[in-house]
């Protein structure tokens, strides 16, 4: 991570926003302050914006910030097969956590239950397993991010 890239967070204040400069019009800004990300595409009447908040659970609809520059903020979804995922879990937008789930090796033994779909005798090498789901705060969205090894302890 170049340091020159960390920005003050739009929707939480921290200087914790990772910005990554994709082209003269875009711009993704990604948090780790509150785990929310945007860019600057992400604008209120954008289509956009629109088609992304189709495909998203109710909750992260309800989470959509908007910043003072009129850009929309939804929580991050980390899908890293083989060390976990991190969404945003919950009711509402006043009651909700990340959720935290670290992937485990398939056994040899369990592998013919989580075949590769469309591949011939071709089997997952990582599950995400749920037993080992953890809740962590907004602020904490780091720890999440650490307690499935993304980020060291
Ligand atoms: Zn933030």
Known sequence: ???DNLTICLRCGSDACYTTEVNDKITN???FGCGFQSNSL???GEEFLSEQLESLPELYKDLLFEDEN???WLPQTINLPEQGMIFANGGNSEDWKWAAVR???VKD???TKYPIPDKKDEF???RMDMTTMEMFEERDFIDALS???VLPE
């Open 1 to 3: 991570m170049n340091a």
């Open 42 to 44: 992400m604008k209120q």
């Open 29 to 31: 800004y990604s948090c």
């Open 70 to 72: 009129g850009q929309g």
């Open 147 to 149: 307690y499935i090894g």
């Open 109 to 111: 033994e369990e592998k």
């Open 124 to 126: 997952y090498k990582h």
């Open 103 to 105: 992937a485990v090796e």
